[in-house]
C-alpha cells in the first residue's frame, strides 16, 4: 500500500558527483501492546524475507511477525472507513504468530542457537532467568532451555546474538545485574554454561563490534548511575575478553551507539550531550604523548565474582614461569581460586576457576622451591587450613596441600627470615580467645612451627605483611589487627622476630587503628631503601624503625585540605621521575592526588579512578615495562593503571547541534540506510515533538542532515494508558519488503511503525 504522506529528501552525494533521493512511505500500522519492546529483525522463517519479533509484555507473549510473500492474499479485508490507527493486522504486510512465555521479559535477541538453520529466540525474563525457544520444522517454538542466572539487567539493551569467536554459530552475551555472561555454542550445536566476567554495578547498552580495528569482537557498555563513560572489554580471540576499560566522556543521554567502521579501522561512537543536546562522534585514538602520564592512564578493571561483602583475597604472582604477573583471587562465595593469567605484556585471559579451600582469608605468592615459578600460600580460618598449591605444566592449579598448624589460621607471610635462602612462613591464628604468631622454617618444609612472641592482642589478626622496616636489608614483619593497633617486629636474622615500638608516645599514636588499605612501602626519599608509607586523615607519612625502636619521620605528604580523608599513598613512575598518588576518597568515587617530586613533594594534579573499596594499595611493575603501575586491590575487583604507556583516548571528532525548532534529541541509533557503507544516525526527540531525524555523520562538523518527519503530534486513542514518557521508543533499520533498500520501523505506545523506503531514480 503506497501512502499519500511520503517523506522525500534530495540530496546530493558528493563522492560520486551524482544527486540521489530518500523516500519513505507510510506509516504502515501494527498494533501490539502499550508494554511491548526489545524490537528485533531476522529471517525467522527462513524464506529470505526479514521478520520483525518483540516482546508483549501486556499478554505475557513474544510476537512473531512474519512478513507475507509480495501480492500474498489477506486473510482478511479492511471495510471503508476503518481508523487507520487501528488497522485488522492481517491486512497488514506481516502476518502474526505468537509465543507464549507467562512471565515479564525485558530483553530479546534472535539467532540460531542450535545450527540447525532455523532462526530461535533468546530472551531474558523475571522467571527464568535467560530462555532458548528453539524452532522447529513447523516454525513452532516448543523446545526451550533455560539458563540459571543472576538477576537479569532490566534496562535497553542487554542481550546481543553474535557470533563471537569467528565459528559460523550464533553465540550469546548477556548483561545481569552482577554479571556479563558469554555463552559459546559448541560444535554439538548446543549452548555452553556462561563465563561470568563481574561487573561493577549494573551496566546496560551492550554493544558488540571491533571497537581497536584488530579484527576480534569486543564489548562496550555503560553503567547505571554513570553517564560520563564507556566501559570496554577488548576480544582476545575465541570468545574470551580482557579486563574491563574506561572512557570518560562526560554527562550522556541514554545509550551511547557505535558506528562500524571500515576493517582495520576500528569503530566510532555517538553520543548525545546531555548539558547541550548535541550529537557526537567520537574516536578512538593514541594519545599523542610518548608516555602518558598516571593521570591520563587507563584503568584496566578485573572484577571479582563476589558480593562485596566479603573481601576477596588476591595476589599477584608468576604462576606458569613466563616472566609475567597473573593475578590469583580467593572466591568468597564459593571453595575456589580465580587466575587471571597474563599471557602477553600488558594481555589477561579470562578468568579460569579451580577448585580449593573455602573461607580463603589470606593469600600470598611465594617461589617455594626456586624454579622460576610462583607457589600459592593460604590461610583458611573457616576450614582451620593452611595450605599451598601450584599451577602445573597443564595448566591446572593441584589441590590444596595442608600444611599443619595451630588454631585457626587468620593471616599468613612469606620471605627468608632467616637467611638461609629458603622461603619461611608466619602465620597468625586465634583459638577460642587466644591470639598467637607461629614461624614455619623452611629449612624443615615449613612442618615445624616456632612460636613469636607479641605483647597482648585484645583483637583477631587482620592482616600480615612483610616489610624491611628498619633497613637492614633484613625482611622484618606487620602485623594488623582489626580494631586495634598496629604491631611492628623486627628481624635479627636468624629468623627471630621481636616486637618494636613498645613505648607510649609518638610511635604508639601514629599506629593506632590502621587498616591494611592505609599501608604501602616506597622509596620515598630516594636513598634505594622503602619507608612505610601511612595514610591518615589530612596527611600520610613515611616511617622507618630506627636505632633505638622508635618510629622516625622521614617525610610528611599533606592532602589538599587538612579535613581530607587519604586513604593510601602509592609512589608510582620511573625511579628517577617518581609521582607520589595520594588517594582521597570522595564519595564513593575514587578522587585521587598527585605529587610530583622535584626539590621537595608539591601538588600537581587530580584525576579520578573507578570506584574501590579498598584493601590495598600498591606500586608493581605488572606488565614488565620497567615502570611500576599503580595497583589497587579492592573487596569485589582489582584495578590497574598503568603508568609511562602510549594509551588510546576516546576524542570528540565532529558535532551536529541540531537547528531544529523545538526539537531536543532523546535518543539515537544507528543504521545504513542507502547502502553505501556509511552508516546514518537516526536522532529521536521522543519527549517533546516526537520527531526522528536522518543525519548522515562527516568529519570536520560536516554533518548534513537528509530528513526529519514527526511520529504523531497526537495520539486520539490513547484513551488513558499510561506508557513510557518517550515515544518513539525504539527504532529499528531493517529491508522489511523484500526490496534491497532498509526501511525504519518504530515501536510507538501500543504499535509498531513501518516506513518502506521507496527507490527513487536517479536524476540524469
Same mark, same amino acid.
Given at each position: 500500500m ?6 522525500l529528501?534530495?540530496?546530493?552525494l558528493a ?15 501494527i498494533?501490539t501492546?502499550?508494554?511491548s519492546?526489545?524490537?528485533?529483525a531476522?529471517?525467522i522463517?527462513?524464506?529470505?524475507r526479514?521478520d520483525?519479533?518483540?516482546l508483549?509484555?501486556?499478554h505475557?507473549?513474544?510476537?512473531v511477525l512474519i ?18 490507527w487501528?488497522?485488522?493486522?492481517e491486512?497488514?504486510?506481516?502476518q502474526?504468530r505468537t ?9 530479546l535477541a534472535?539467532g540460531d542457537?542450535d545450527h540447525?538453520g ?8 523475571s ?5 532458548i ?5 513447523r516454525?513452532e517454538f ?5 539458563f ?16 563471537l569467536n ?5 553465540d550469546l ?20 554454561e ?18 581497536d ?21 577488548p ?15 562526560g554527562a550522556?543521554r541514554?545509550?551511547?551507539r557505535?558506528?562500524?567502521?571500515a576493517s582495520?579501522?576500528?569503530a ?10 548535541q ?31 566479603a ?24 571453595a ?5 593469567r597474563q599471557v ?6 579470562a ?5 580449593s ?7 600470598v605468592a611465594?617461589?617455594r ?5 610462583d607457589e600459592l ?7 582451620q ?10 595448566g591446572?592449579l593441584?589441590l ?9 589460621p587468620?593471616a599468613v607471610a ?7 635462602g ?11 580467645r ?7 622454617s623452611?629449612?624443615s618444609?615449613?612442618?615445624?612451627g ?5 605483647g ?5 589478626p587482620?592482616?600480615l ?11 622484618d ?10 604491631r611492628?617486629?623486627?628481624n ?5 622476630l621481636?616486637?618494636?615500638v ?8 601514629? !599506629?593506632a587503628d #590502621? ?7 616506597a +622509596?620515598? =626519599?630516594g @636513598? /634505594?631503601?622503602r %619507608?612505610?608509607i601511612?595514610?591518615?586523615?589530612g596527611?600520610?607519612?613515611a616511617?622507618?624503625?630506627?636505632s633505638?625502636g622508635?618510629?622516625?619521620?622521614v ?7 587538612a ?13 628517577g ?12 568515587r ?8 622535584t ?10 579512578l573507578?570506584?574501590?573499596?579498598l ?9 614488565g615495562?620497567?615502570?611500576d ?13 598503568p603508568?609511562?604507556?602510549?594509551e ?11 537547528? !531544529?525548532?523545538? #526539537?531536543?534529541y ?5 543504521? +545504513?540506510? =542507502?547502502? @553505501? /557503507?556509511?552508516? %546514518? ?14 543525519l548522515r ?9 537528509l530528513?526529519?518527519?514527526?511520529v ?10 499510561q506508557?513510557?514518557v518517550?515515544?518513539?521508543r525504539?527504532i ?8 534491497g533498500l532498509q526501511?525504519l520501523a518504530?515501536?510507538v ?10 527507490a ?5
Open positions: 503506497r501512502s499519500a504522506c511520503t517523506l529528501l534530495a540530496c546530493v563522492a560520486h558527483g551524482t544527486a540521489s533521493s530518500l523516500e519513505l512511505e507510510g506509516p504502515e500500522v498494533t501492546g502499550w508494554n519492546g526489545s524490537l528485533a531476522a529471517d522463517d527462513g524464506d529470505g526479514t520483525l519479533a518483540l508483549n509484555n501486556d505475557a507473549r513474544i510476537d512478513q507475507r510473500p509480495a501480492g500474498a492474499p489477506a486473510a482478511e479485508r479492511r471495510p471503508a472507513g476503518l481508523d487507520r487501528k488497522p485488522v493486522l491486512d497488514a504486510r506481516f502474526l509465543v507464549a512465555t507467562g512471565s515479564r521479559m525485558y530483553e534472535l542457537f540447525d532455523r532462526t530461535d529466540l533468546a530472551f531474558t525474563n522467571i527464568e532467568g535467560l530462555s525457544r528453539y524452532q522447529d520444522r516454525g516448543d523446545r526451550s532451555r533455560r540459571d542466572i543472576d538477576e537479569p539487567a532490566t534496562y535497553g539493551s542487554t542481550v546481543d546474538a553474535v557470533d569467528s565459528d559460523g554459530r550464533s552475551v548477556v548483561l545481569t545485574k552482577l554479571e556479563l555472561l558469554v555463552l559459546l555454542q559448541a560444535d554439538d550445536g548446543e549452548l555452553g556462561p563465563v561470568a566476567h563481574r561487573l561493577p554495578g549494573e551496566c546496560f547498552g551492550l554493544n558488540t563490534v571491533d571497537v580495528g584488530d579484527g576480534l569482537a569486543d564489548l562496550s557498555y555503560q553503567a547505571t548511575g554513570d553517564e560520563g563513560s564507556i566501559r570496554v572489554r576480544g582476545l580471540g575465541a570468545g574470551a575478553f580482557g579486563p574491563e576499560l574506561t572512557y570518560r566522556i550522556t541514554g545509550i551511547v557505535p558506528i562500524p567502521a582495520g579501522r576500528g566510532d561512537f555517538v553520543r548525545i550531550q546531555d548539558n547541550t543536546g550529537l557526537e562522534r567520537l574516536g578512538l585514538v593514541f594519545d599523542d604523548r610518548e608516555q602518558t602520564p598516571v593521570g591520563d592512564a587507563r584503568p584496566r578493571v578485573f572484577a571479582y565474582p563476589s558480593d562485596g561483602k573481601t576477596a583475597a588476591a595476589t599477584l604472582a608468576d604462576l606458569d614461569r613466563n616472566g609475567l604477573l597473573d593475578l590469583a583471587v580467593a572466591d568468597p562465595r564459593d575456589r581460586i580465580w587466575v587471571f602477553r605484556s600488558g594481555i589477561f585471559s578468568a579460569e576457576a579451580f577448585p579451600l573455602t573461607g580463603i582469608r589470606s593469600l611465594v617461589d622451591d626456586g624454579d622460576g615459578r600460600i593460604m590461610a583458611s580460618p573457616k576450614e587450613t593452611l595450605a599451598w598449591t601450584r599451577l602445573r605444566e597443564d591446572q593441584e590444596p596441600a595442608v600444611i599443619s598448624v595451630e588454631g585457626r587468620e612469606a620471605a627468608d627470615f632467616d637467611g638461609d629458603r622461603v619461611d612462613l608466619v602465620y597468625a591464628s586465634t583459638e577460642k587466644e591470639r598467637r604468631l607461629f614461624l614455619l623452611g629449612a618444609d615449613w612442618q615445624d616456632t612460636r613469636v612472641e607479641v597482648d592482642l585484645d583483637h583477631d587482620a592482616a605483611r612483610v616489610a624491611d622496616l628498619d633497613q637492614d636489608g633484613r625482611p614483619l606487620v602485623l594488623f589487627v582489626d580494631h586495634g593497633d598496629l611492628l617486629l623486627l635479627d636474622g636468624n629468623g627471630t621481636t616486637e618494636a613498645q613505648e607510649s608516645g609518638f610511635g604508639r599514636s601514629s !599506629l #590502621v587498616k591494611p588499605s592505609a599501608v604501602s612501602l +622509596d620515598i =626519599d @636513598d /634505594g631503601r %619507608e612505610l601511612v595514610a591518615n586523615a596527611f600520610a607519612r616511617l622507618r624503625v630506627g633505638t622508635e618510629l622516625e619521620i617525610a610528611q605528604l599533606n592532602a589538599r585540605s579535613d581530607a580523608r587519604i586513604a593510601a599513598a602509592v609512589l608510582v613512575g620511573a625511579a621521575d617518581p609521582t607520589v598518588v595520594l588517594l582521597e576518597p570522595d564519595k564513593g575514587g578522587h585521587s592526588v598527585t605529587q610530583r617530586r626539590a621537595g613533594w608539591g601538588f600537581r594534579g587530580s584525576f579520578e573507578p570506584s574501590v573499596d584493601a590495598e594499595a600498591a606500586a608493581v611493575d605488572l606488565d615495562s620497567g615502570t603501575d599503580l595497583v589497587l586491590f579492592g573487596s569485589d575487583r582489582f584495578v590497574w593503571i603508568v609511562g604507556l602510549s588510546t583516548v576516546l576524542r570528540p571528532t565532529s558535532a551536529w547541534e541540531c537547528d !531544529l525548532t523545538g #526539537v531536543e532523546r535518543g539515537i541509533d544507528v543504521g +545504513d540506510l =542507502d547502502g @553505501d /557503507g556509511i552508516f %546514518e544516525v537516526l536522532a529521536m526527540d521522543s519527549r517533546d515533538s516526537h520527531v526522528v531525524e536522518i555523520p562527516g568529519d570536520n562538523d560536516l554533518w548534513t542532515s530528513l526529519h518527519f514527526t504523531f503530534e497526537v495520539d486520539l486513542h490513547y484513551e488513558g494508558q506508557g513510557s518517550h515515544q518513539p525504539e529499528v533499520v531493517a529491508d522489511l519488503t523484500n526490496d526501511d518504530l515501536v505506545h501500543d504499535r509498531v511503525l513501518i516506513y518502506p523506503q521507496v527513487v531514480p536517479q536524476a540524469r
